[in-house]
């Protein structure tokens, strides 16, 4: 039994339909992976034990662990320092499925997201298969290879994220040729969702290729004229925020719903309480769209560095060239606006600016966020209430 049973009354009186993933019966609910550091043991652990889907992002996790940043410390630069780095994060990225199984209790599901785009990608994913993590989640590119990554895994469940039918379409295809089929796909709204976005420029964020009306059936129909025996679950992610977001996309063919922002500001979050206050109290109106160091548009809080850095990209973007050395050392992107010197992508650290935000660092820090109010507002629930408030239909629909 994957559920928590004292989850399943509600997911029983909610009207919706659960998930079922891997041979599991899970509910509805999967947290996105969030990094540097967001969604860690503490946060995936405690979705799963309660019968949703964990997702610990694997991207510099060492940050979480201090005998590993010490080990890291003041190591120089160059191919032997990075090394050292790339190894503490995959230690990390152990010890931190080691932790999230623990607290999960052989209830729901555990995952790992990998960004496609980080230099460290197939170690990353090899790790955590070698770890027995249940599923490998990739977006931030395409995942063209990960069959081929996780051929000595043909257990473990593999789902990349993607934006449109086309990319399904592609997936699906190329998959098909390597005698594997994603187990799930996440639909993740680039207009909708936070951090990294899957569209190519800002101005295709308004794109209703994009919308869950459109891509949702469209995805739904080429797997069925495609011949696809067995099913893929779809799951919507961008702006899901209520129980009615969830009935609507699963009225449109989705099988269940991928939310980041509302996990992140939950008790369990793994980020400083700073962090959730920001992104609790940030507005919609607010948020600003910006193109990242790995070349993709991006949402976030307008912190005073942001807004800061958004005033000097212009000058920062004339005088961008290749660096001779980076002056961080680890498993990072693996094409940088900064290290690399393109011209048109973001001219700052991500790491440097995301750990800052991980521990709650205003001034500093880069905070990701997704569009729509939080279901408590600016209070910080825990995971179980926020799971039981998207579970609970409004009132006129309970009585």
Known sequence: MAIHPEMRPLLAGSGLASLTLGGRELLPLVQGGMGVGVSAHRLAGSVAALGGVGTISSVDLRRHHPDLMERTRGIGFGESAKALIDAANLEALSREIAR??????????????????????????????????????????????????????????????????????????????????????????????????????????????????????????????????????????????????????????????????????????????????????????????????????????????????????????????AKARCTKAFDCLAQCGLRDGFATWGQFCIDHQLAAALRGDVKKGLFFRGVGALPFGERIASVRELMEKLLAPPPAQAA
């Open 100 to 321: 999230a199984r623990q607290l999960a209790g052989g209830l729901g599901l555990l995952a790992v997201n990998v960004m496609r785009a980080v230099g460290e990608y197939a170690a990353s994913v090899k790790r955590a298969l070698e770890d027995g993590i249940d599923a490998v989640v990739v977006g931030a590119g395409l995942p063209l290879d990960l069959p081929d990554l996780a051929a000595e895994h043909p257990k473990a469940l593999l789902v990349p994220i993607l934006s449109d039918a086309r990319g399904v379409q592609l997936i699906v295809r190329k998959w098909e040729r390597k005698k594997r089929l994603p187990d799930a796909i996440v639909i993740e709204h680039p207009r909708l969702a936070g951090g990294h976005l899957g569209a190519a420029k800002i101005e295709d964020l308004q794109d209703t290729r994009f919308d869950f009306e459109n891509v949702i059936p469209q995805s739904r129909e080429f797997l069925k004229s495609a011949g696809i025996e067995r099913e893929i679950p779809l799951i919507a992610a961008g702006g899901i925020r209520t129980h009615g977001d969830i009935a609507r996309v699963q009225s449109l063919g989705a099988a269940a719903v991928q939310l980041g922002t509302p996990f992140a500001v939950t008790e369990e979050g793994d980020a400083h309480p700073e962090f959730k206050r920001v992104l609790a109290e940030a507005q919609d109106d607010e948020l600003v769209e910006f193109t990242s160091v790995a070349g993709l548009p991006a949402r976030a809080v307008p912190t005073p560095w942001l807004r800061a850095y958004l005033k000097l990209e212009p000058k920062l973007q004339a005088v961008a060239h």
